[in-house]
């Protein structure tokens, strides 16, 4: 008993004692420091309310320099309004008006003849200038007003990542993107604002005992030049070939870096009320899964060699086609190879093969493999609603032909950010890293939170990394439109993918329609980037080497020659 009230009394005194050096501190930053920013207020009363009707914490992009640049702000400026039951002379009041600000006629008097009505708006985001040359006029019953809202200065970059901030109710709050993921800490209590040395004194440590809101700016790793490049292509790519949606995400695989990470169409969230579609404010890249085609073929391959069923090159014979009961499975163009190695199966993107090499480690190992890449399961990433890739028909089914569909990308419908997450192994060294955009939080202007990069798991050894690595720089050197794209000082690793596309909310496939995918990653033995790109529905192209190969290098070239990477050949 005596050991419990001895334990408490001591932990008071500590808190007096911690209580007492915040203070100490604060008041010296107050008092010494900054004083002559608070001197005029001495007399003050502790509390008054707010100067702005809103604020909220700053969102900043990361140049590569290490420079920030805003991408989220908080701009002040006027509203100039009149109470039409006090206004005298109408006629007066508009002469005067309209030699400062540009105001319709009619529409002002139309206001001033609502003598019932008492604010009736006539302009918003009025400079400080011109609002304080309306205020002179002393006019009664017109009026100037401070408001503030919030600005994305570069428009549409990275809307799905951002989101916007709207309202809900009578409040102003995050609604999609890293505004509502992080709403808590970019949110401000203008309630009450204190004034003076010791209420903010006091004001600090009831946040800090109460929590909730943080008062927080953050830094993003976007990196905006690599953003705006990525979402040019993406444009690019939807203009060209009519398609429904694309996307794509760059990303260090070593640590999950974001680099940058788009999908088209998309949105300028400074005028998200005027989008006639809401649909186009939810982020596919984390919200939306889709079966990826081929591009799933070296990770089965990857798995195979780590499991000890296939090396590069084990030879299997290639008769066009797989039997399952009454179920065919063909390759892409229906031909056999004969005998071929397992190198010809990314080669040539033979379903048969992945087909052999899911086989040569059992449908069990290699489900355990699936689900060791992270499939099936959210990334972690900072974003809101990120769902979880659909898997169930190769976790205890004992159908064989889900398994053998599966190892070739179709039948397992996962996310963009998932399936970059889990190709990133294979240029790694076998690690599943979790991705992450955030790359530090700021609270109260002074204190930083750091995102360390985090590795969840080893899932293939890093000899059974090299090899697929090696496999897929053979790809784009001899087999990606006849080694067109091999670059002289880079070696660069990459597969293509052609899948048929489901409509969400459908149990059917669409008649000939499919899903464009593309991944790579370069130097491709000590890779600085991953790049994974897609398009939906595109129109008038069969395959996906046709419609993504060039905008994916030309991304890699931007990105080699941006971040000035040595040559690995």
Request: net charge positive.
């Amino acid at each position: 008993m005596k050991d419990g009230f001895k334990a408490r009394t001591r932990i008071i005194y500590f808190m007096i004692f911690l209580t007492g050096i915040i203070m100490t501190t604060r008041l010296f930053f107050l008092q010494v420091v900054n004083n002559e920013q608070y001197k005029n207020e001495a007399n003050k009363q502790h509390f008054s309310p707010a100067a702005k009707n809103f604020d909220r914490g700053s969102i900043f992009f990361t140049e590569k320099s290490g420079r920030v640049i805003s991408a989220a702000v908080v701009k002040n400026a006027y509203q100039i309004y009149m109470n039409p039951k006090v206004l005298e002379d109408s006629e007066d009041a508009y002469v005067k008006l309209s030699k400062i600000v540009s105001v319709n006629k009619t529409d002002f008097m139309a206001k001033a003849a609502k003598k019932n009505n008492t604010y009736k708006i006539i302009m918003h985001k009025v400079d400080k200038d011109k609002a304080l040359a309306v205020d002179a006029l002393n006019i009664k019953g017109l009026e100037i007003k401070s408001e503030s809202w919030r600005y994305y200065p570069a428009g549409k970059l990275a809307s799905h990542v951002l989101g916007f901030v709207g309202y809900k109710g009578d409040s102003l709050v995050g609604r999609y993107g890293l505004e509502l993921a992080y709403e808590k800490k970019l949110k401000r209590d203008l309630d009450k604002k204190p004034v003076n040395s010791f209420a903010e004194i006091f004001y600090g440590i009831k946040k800090i005992v109460a929590g909730g809101l943080e008062n927080a700016d953050i830094t993003l790793t976007l990196e905006p030049t690599a953003q705006s490049m990525l979402e040019k292509k993406l444009e690019e790519i939807l203009e060209k070939y009519k398609g429904k949606m694309s996307g794509g995400i760059i990303m260090e695989p070593s640590t999950g870096k974001i680099v940058a990470m788009a999908a088209k169409p998309d949105f300028d969230p400074n005028f998200y009320s005027k989008e006639e579609n809401i649909g186009v404010f939810i982020n596919p890249l984390v919200e939306s899964v889709f079966e990826m085609g081929s591009i799933v073929k070296p990770l089965t391959m990857a798995a195979a060699i780590d499991g000890g069923g296939v090396r590069p090159d084990t030879m299997y014979t290639d008769n066009g086609f797989v039997k399952y009961g009454s179920a065919i499975i063909k390759n892409y163009d229906g031909k056999a190879r004969g005998k071929v190695d397992m190198q010809e199966v990314l080669s040539s993107s033979l379903n048969t093969g992945a087909v052999f090499a899911m086989q040569s480690i059992g449908k069990e190992k290699f489900s355990e493999y699936i689900r060791n890449y992270g499939m099936g399961n959210r990334t972690g990433i900072e974003l809101p609603n990120e769902v979880s890739g659909k898997i169930s028909n190769i976790i205890d089914n004992n159908r064989e032909l889900e398994y053998a569909t599966a190892s070739f990308g179709q039948g397992i419908a996962i996310t963009p950010m998932e399936m970059t997450v889990a190709l990133a192994s294979l240029a790694n060294g076998g690690k599943i890293v979790k991705p992450y955009l955030v790359d530090k939080i700021t609270i109260d202007g002074f204190r930083d939170k750091k995102t360390q990069p985090e590795v969840i798991r080893q899932v293939i050894s890093k000899e059974a990394s090299e090899d697929i690595s090696r496999m897929l720089v053979k790809v784009v050197d001899d087999a990606l439109l006849g080694g067109k794209y091999k670059m002289e000082n880079y070696t660069v690793a990459a597969k293509t993918g052609t899948a048929q596309y489901m409509e969400a909310g459908s149990k059917n496939y669409a008649e000939e329609e499919y899903l464009h995918t593309f991944f790579g990653y370069a130097p491709a033995f000590e890779a600085k980037f991953i790049v994974f790109l897609f398009v939906a529905k595109p129109q008038g192209v069969l395959y996906a080497s046709h419609t993504l190969t060039e905008p994916f290098m030309d991304i890699t070239k931007f990105l080699l020659n941006y971040y000035e990477v040595p040559p690995d050949r």
